[in-house]
């Protein structure tokens, strides 16, 4: 994944032109590994909104909706970040209802799922 090529560029120069500056996935932050996929999945025509649902914890950082309507969720952490029960439960009730739910631990693993849904 580290080594395939985006737009010309290596993934980390790929990554590095998202968030601004040069850190490995190992280094960067939960907010940055999400910022990082949001600017891909709107780079290639997907809208990433931020999710949060008052009253109700738990839920997905972001609904990401494909140029074909398609929406789905994603959980965003960094490699060394744990679930709560609470969000837990939350993607179990989502996918019971047929809802894609994906934790994402990096940015390869990010443009992955939203590759995935091109």
Known sequence: MIAEKM???????AIASYIGN?????????SQIERAVCNHASSIGMLAYKFTSPG????????????????????????TG???????????ILRQRGVDVYTVYCFEQGKDVIDGHV
Do not use: W, Y
């Not at 839920?59 to 959980?75: K, Q, S, Y």
């Not at 744990?82 to 179990?92: A, V």
């Open 7 to 13: 737009r010309g560029l290596s993934a980390r120069h």
């Open 82 to 92: 744990k679930l709560s029960p609470l969000q837990i439960n939350e993607h179990r």
């Open 22 to 30: 040069e850190l490995t996935t190992e280094q960067m932050t939960e």
């Open 56 to 79: 109700r914890r738990g839920v997905p950082d972001r609904l990401i909706i494909t140029d074909n309507g398609r929406c789905f969720f994603i959980e965003f952490k960094t490699p």
